[in-house]
């Protein structure tokens, strides 16, 4: 069936360091891989998306990385700042007209 | 910016009861949303609705749940008679599939059951 899953449930970074959050899938019909922040009692919120056709997109301060041949899927972010705190999901879309599949989150520390 | 908003922010209500879970999606959005979150779990996806109907429901969303768009603003989450188990959060979302965008989640409704 189909899964989006996460290896670590937890880690920490130290304030200005990079981090990388990983999460493998199953699904190889998924069109979309979506990673999202939640910071505590607020909703899920877009961070940055990547299509099934690419193995690498760039935001501000985040880079997602997906690879299918092993159909995993990463998240860079660079210089973190304690506003980095927060859970983190992948998720995953078949196509733009289908539901999001949230995987287990990842919460991120950011030590001083 | 526009957002998505949920009332309420928490809800607290005896075993047995109707909760109505309200959402008002972003105003040009199309597809809309609800999705529930366990204490400390993951989102779960409970019901997708489109064109005034359900597109898709989950395993989750039984004959308890409802949904509905009364007018032409908000989108509800009716749950008939409340569990124990139902204490979550609540998040409606909504998409504009016509520009190919992410979806937008609301702060969320943190519905306990007592």
């Known amino acids: 069936g189909e899964s989006v899953g996460l290896h670590l449930p937890t880690l920490s970074v130290q304030e200005g360091d990079n981090s990388i959050i990983n999460c493998a899938y199953s699904?190889?019909?998924?069109?979309?891989f979506i990673w999202y922040k939640q910071e505590s009692g607020k909703g899920p919120q877009f961070i940055i998306d990547?299509?099934?056709?690419?193995d690498k997109r760039q935001g501000q301060r985040v880079t997602v990385l997906l690879n299918k041949t092993v159909k995993h899927l990463s998240l860079q972010i660079a210089a973190t700042q304690p506003g980095d705190s927060a859970v983190y999901f992948c998720a995953e879309n078949r196509n733009r007209d289908d539901k999001i599949i949230f995987g287990k989150g990842t919460r991120l520390h950011i030590l001083p | 910016e526009p957002e998505v908003t949920q009332t309420p922010s928490h809800q607290v209500t005896q075993m047995g009861q109707e909760v109505i879970l309200r959402c008002v999606p972003i105003?040009?959005?199309?597809?809309f949303y609800w999705y529930r979150q366990i204490l400390g779990q993951k989102v779960e996806f409970l019901v997708s609705?489109?064109?005034?109907?359900?597109?898709?429901k989950s395993e989750i969303f039984d004959d308890q749940f409802s949904v509905e768009r009364p007018d032409g603003s908000n989108f509800t989450l009716k749950i008939r008679s409340t569990k124990l188990e139902d204490s979550a959060m609540y998040f409606c979302?909504?998409?504009?599939?016509?520009?190919?965008?992410?979806?937008?989640f609301g702060q969320g409704t943190r519905l306990t059951v007592v």
């Open positions: 979302a909504s998409r504009d599939l016509t520009a190919n965008t992410e979806a937008f």
């Open positions: 609705f489109y064109n005034n109907e359900i597109s898709e």
């Open positions: 699904n190889s019909a998924s069109d979309y």
């Open positions: 990547i299509r099934s056709n690419m």
């Open positions: 105003s040009n959005h199309l597809y």
